[in-house]
């Protein structure tokens, strides 16, 4: 009887030990389970900037291109077709440059060329524009990236910009004299590359912002329709006959160009003569 008690005694020994056990386990369990989320949310948190630095602002980084067009058009009248197109560029925003005109006295044929600046969203309405205005011989339109050139100046910016506000705290607070006219001296020089920069970006701003279109108007060929052709006898025959008459109207140009010196040539012999009749009457 005692030797089944005590095994009695152990089982139930055992079993309150287990359910110690397990309740320590679930209890515990909340704990152990609790910091998780929080060493997930601390990934996260800490994860979280990551993205802004990385590649997203390489993926929407602004591309920066500069468009150009060269065109060559034949018109009627060179003059006119200029201010025409002037007047589509001021249509679209844009604005003159430059106009330079040429009767033919020196290249044989007249021209006008005009540089016009566009903004870029509006260029090939305006090359589109610019092609009615007459017989387009050549067109051309380029575009070049300088986003790189772009960031390498904007990271120059601000890098010399951070220096001169530097020099400039370090001057507030100088006390040394020569300490002051070194910094002085330095960001004299600082200030101009700074300037210098600035400028080289405004001016690649601009060539972005507003596309270049170089444009020149030639005088259309003179001259009538094109050279007849000659097929046949009878062709021939007409052929002989334009040769007549165009010898003919030759021959009266001529004759018209001489015209004058023939006058002066008739009255210097009429006055010879008239003096030789003299001198022999005279005789």
């Avoid at 997930?40 to 990385?54: L, Y």
């Avoid at 200029?82 to 044929?109: F, Y």
């Avoid at 601000?158 to 006390?175: C, F, H, P, W, Y």
Wanted: with cysteine; aromatic share 4%.
């Amino acid at each position: 009887m005692n030797h089944r008690w005590s095994r009695l005694g152990r089982t139930r020994w055992a079993l309150a030990v287990t359910t110690m056990i397990l309740l320590t386990a679930c209890s515990g369990a909340p704990q152990s389970t609790g910091p998780a989320p929080a060493t997930g949310g601390t990934a996260e948190s800490a994860g979280a900037p990551e993205p802004p630095q990385g590649p997203p602002q390489d993926l929407t980084l602004k591309r920066d291109v500069i468009k150009t067009a060269t065109m060559t058009i034949d018109v009627a009248n060179t003059s006119e077709a200029a201010d025409k197109a002037a007047v589509v560029v001021e249509r679209a925003n844009g604005r003159v440059d430059s106009r330079s005109e040429d009767a033919g006295s020196l290249s044989g044929r007249a021209h006008t060329s005009i540089v016009l600046r566009v903004p870029a969203a509006k260029l090939d309405g305006v090359v589109r524009e610019l092609k009615e205005l007459g017989t387009v011989q050549t067109a051309e339109t380029t575009a070049e990236d300088v986003t790189a050139q772009r960031v390498d100046l904007d990271a120059r910016i601000t890098a010399l910009q951070t220096s001169v506000d530097r020099l400039l705290a370090i001057m507030r607070d100088a006390k040394d004299p020569d300490a002051l006219i070194t910094a002085e001296g330095a960001l004299s020089q600082r200030q101009a590359d700074l300037d210098s920069l600035r400028a080289q970006r405004d001016q690649l701003g601009d060539r972005v912002d507003y596309s270049t279109v170089s444009v020149t108007f030639y005088a259309e060929e003179p001259g009538g329709p094109a050279p007849r052709e000659y097929v046949g006898f009878l062709g021939q025959v007409e052929r002989g006959w334009d040769g007549l008459v165009s010898a003919v109207g030759s021959g009266l140009l001529l004759f018209g160009l001489l015209l004058p010196w023939l006058a002066v040539v008739v009255v210097l012999c009429a006055a010879s003569y008239l003096l030789i009749r003299v001198v022999r009457r005279t005789r």
